[in-house]
């Protein structure tokens, strides 16, 4: 079982990054995932299989996807999904439909404006993760409808 670790209390960027490891970097493998605090005590960094959004590395090789310091000066000139989403590309994943997705989970995550990150506000994924945290209390529980969602949302990307 490999286990994957980010934050609790997930927003979106940490949803999709750890999606993605799910599906696209582990897909045969089974994982789970792991949300803990996001100071991530020394023992459970050092036994997770890959860590998104947490863990303030960048290392692709280990799996590290963080984007805050020090593996990244300026933690808003890229997101734990968009570093997992170039790796994928990279290791020739079938990801690149999901660009859209990428970029607004970016967007949202460094308080930028679009035309799209207001869409997404009111019909799309930011506006379902809202929709569950007002449903749900437990991390994993939103995750985990957030996943289904996921799945159906990017098969009409
Ligand atoms: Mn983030």
Known sequence: ??????????????IVSAWLAQDFLFQKDRSEVLFVSRKVPENLMRHADCAVDVGNAYCTENYRFDHK??????RNSTCATRL??????GIGAA????????????????HRNSPALKQSRI??????????KTEYRDSKTIY?????WLRSYTRDL
Do not use: C
């Open 144 to 148: 985990q409808q957030m996943v289904f």
């Open 95 to 110: 990801v690149s439909h999901l660009k859209p997705l990428v970029e607004i989970t970016y967007q949202g995550d460094t």
């Open 123 to 132: 019909n799309g994924p930011h506006a379902e993760l809202t929709r569950l």
């Open 1 to 14: 079982m490999k286990r994957i670790i980010t934050h609790a209390n997930p927003d979106l960027d940490a």
């Open 84 to 89: 997992i989403w170039e790796y994928l590309l």
């Open 69 to 74: 310091p020090p593996a990244f000066q300026d």
